[in-house]
């Protein structure tokens, strides 16, 4: 199944990026937790091209590592 993610960072030239998914929790008494998962990738992780700031589909493997992002 897919998940969805933002592309925190993405440098064409450089061929990686960061990409950020995960939830944000409200807690009692105006606590705010937030997990957010950031995940390394490459140019070889892409089916097609990003930017910084874009909202991605992506595969996330047993390994906590990504795939198919597009």
């Known amino acids: 199944m897919k998940k969805i ?3 925190y960072k ?3 030239s450089e061929g990686m990026g960061i990409l950020v998914f995960g ?3 409200v807690r ?4 705010l937790t937030i997990n957010n998962t ?4 490459s140019d070889n ?3 097609s091209e990003v930017r ?6 992506f595969d996330l493997n047993d390994d ?6 597009e």
């Open 28 to 31: 009692s008494c105006w606590g």
């Open 45 to 47: 992780d892409l089916l």
């Open 52 to 57: 910084t700031g874009q909202l991605v589909y």
């Open 23 to 25: 939830i944000w929790k």
């Open 64 to 69: 906590n590592t990504v795939s198919n992002i």
């Open 38 to 41: 950031p995940i390394l990738f």
């Open 5 to 7: 993610g933002y592309i």
């Open 10 to 12: 993405y440098d064409s």
